[in-house]
């Protein structure tokens, strides 16, 4: 029996603006839910404050005049979603341990993505920007009654309970 990878995947160039980190999340939301992650729910919720904290960087620290910014969404095998920001200053590298003093007020986002993701780090982007990813496992779907029934009677993929 040959078994099948799914793979999804999902990119856009967006401008390198406040406006832009917000479309962004708005993106990401939008297609965890084409991809059956209700926008409620505890997956896309993560995601979406993942990619606001990635985008709103790129944005911040990573810009370069005249150039975006670039998200990508990419599902393997259904337990893992990564989600992948680049932008064009591959000298500017996220630090993974900052200490944020108590009137800071800023410093706390990639302690956030740290503590709503699996995994994350950064990596070159070539010629010279860099990408800052992160991971998110995917909660196995749940079967309701009513769609076990129709897949048992139509053949039918099961959808995603989220």
């Known amino acids: 029996m040959k078994s099948e990878i799914s793979t999804r995947h999902f990119t856009q160039l967006l401008s390198a603006t406040p406006r832009g980190a917000r479309l962004a999340r708005l993106l990401a939301v939008q297609q965890l839910d084409e991809w059956g992650r209700a926008p409620s729910c505890e997956v896309s919720e993560s995601a979406a404050l993942v990619v606001a904290e990635l985008a709103a960087n790129a944005v911040t620290h990573g810009q370069v005049k005249g150039r975006g910014f670039r998200l990508t969404l990419t599902v393997e095998a259904s337990d893992t979603l990564r989600i992948e920001v680049a932008d064009p200053r591959g000298d500017r590298r996220p630090l993974a341990r900052r200490t944020a003093s108590s009137t800071d007020e800023t410093g706390r986002g990639l302690l956030l993505v740290d503590a709503l993701t699996a995994r994350w780090g950064s990596e070159p982007w ?8 992160a991971e998110i496992g995917l909660p196995r779907p749940v079967l309701t009654a009513s769609a076990s029934a129709a897949q048992r009677s139509t053949g039918a993929a099961p959808e995603a309970a989220s």
């Open 126 to 133: 070539p010629p010279s920007g860099k990408v800052v990813w």
